[in-house]
């Protein structure tokens, strides 16, 4: 496979998961960008986001990463889930911040892969560390083609 097929790829599963991702979606995420084994996700912090703290409940924090993640171990057309994932916060994100998570496989061979991400806001502040492992199911993630269609 080319470096473009493979780049187009992963954008066709992508949009694919975005558009079935009702999770993602109502909470503002934005699919910013995708390539094999990375993905790239904004969100920005409304009112409803924050905690008693008043700054961004870590659970949003943590579903911006769990979706990166997602979007790129789904990069190859191959169904992938979580089997575990850790996060470390690092500092607020207040209201009004928007929020970037870069996601970047470390490893995928046979059926696990480690993927890192990292939640910055707009002023580049590291927000958060997050580190998931996946696990290869069966099936793709693009829906196949039957010769009837």
Do not use: W
Request: hydrophobic fraction near 40%; aromatic fraction near 6%; charged fraction near 15%.
């Amino acid at each position: 496979m080319t470096n473009h097929q493979a780049m187009n790829l992963a954008s066709q599963c992508a949009q694919s998961l975005f558009e079935r991702d009702q999770a993602s979606q109502a909470m503002g995420m934005r699919l910013l960008s995708v390539a094999p084994g990375a993905a790239r996700l904004g969100m920005s912090v409304g009112a409803h986001m924050l905690q008693g703290h008043g700054t961004c409940h870590g659970g949003y924090l943590f579903a911006l990463a769990d979706s990166a993640f997602a979007f790129a171990c789904n990069s190859y057309n191959e169904a992938t889930v979580a089997i575990g994932c850790s996060i470390d916060y690092i500092a607020p994100a207040r209201l009004g911040d928007t929020l970037t998570a870069d996601c970047i496989e470390q490893s995928r061979s046979g059926r696990t892969g480690n993927y890192d991400v990292r939640i910055e806001n707009q002023q580049g502040q590291l927000i958060a560390l997050f580190h998931g492992k996946s696990y290869k199911v069966r099936g793709p993630v693009l829906a196949q083609e039957t010769p009837n269609e």
